[in-house]
């Protein structure tokens, strides 16, 4: 997985390298498909973190496929605020939420 900022959908600096690994293990074998999975912290409303999770989901996607990847092999789904890593009220815990995670489909 990689993790988000804050109410951020942008891809950070440290997250380049895992998503650069993923691109090119997804163009090695081009018959993977992957689901992109966009996850939020617990503070905000339901359709608030929906929303953020489908942004951070697209922004890992359109990395991919900036990095080469079909887009027909990538879907995405958001989350939300609904399947949590961590339930600590502490921003160690949120930290934890904020984050993407590819599933290999085939």
């Known amino acids: ?23 090119a293990y997804l163009k090695a074998n081009p018959k993977v498909k992957i689901k992109i999975e966009g996850h939020c912290d617990e503070r905000g409303t339901i359709e ?23 887009a027909e092999r990538l879907s995405t789904i958001s989350y939300g605020k609904e399947l949590p890593l961590c339930q600590d009220e502490s921003e160690e ?10 599933v290999i489909l085939k």
């Not at 990689?2 to 691109?23: E, G, P, Q, T």
């Not at 999770?53 to 697209?58: F, I, Q």
């Not at 815990?93 to 590819?102: E, I, P, S, T």
């Open 93 to 102: 815990c949120w930290a934890r939420n904020r984050r993407v995670h590819a």
């Open 1 to 23: 997985p990689i993790h988000f900022d804050f109410d951020r959908s942008n891809i950070r600096d440290d997250a380049r390298a895992v998503l650069k690994a993923n691109a």
């Open 48 to 70: 608030y973190n929906l929303g953020l999770g489908a942004k951070r989901a697209k922004a890992v996607k359109d990395y991919l496929t900036g990095q080469g990847v079909g």
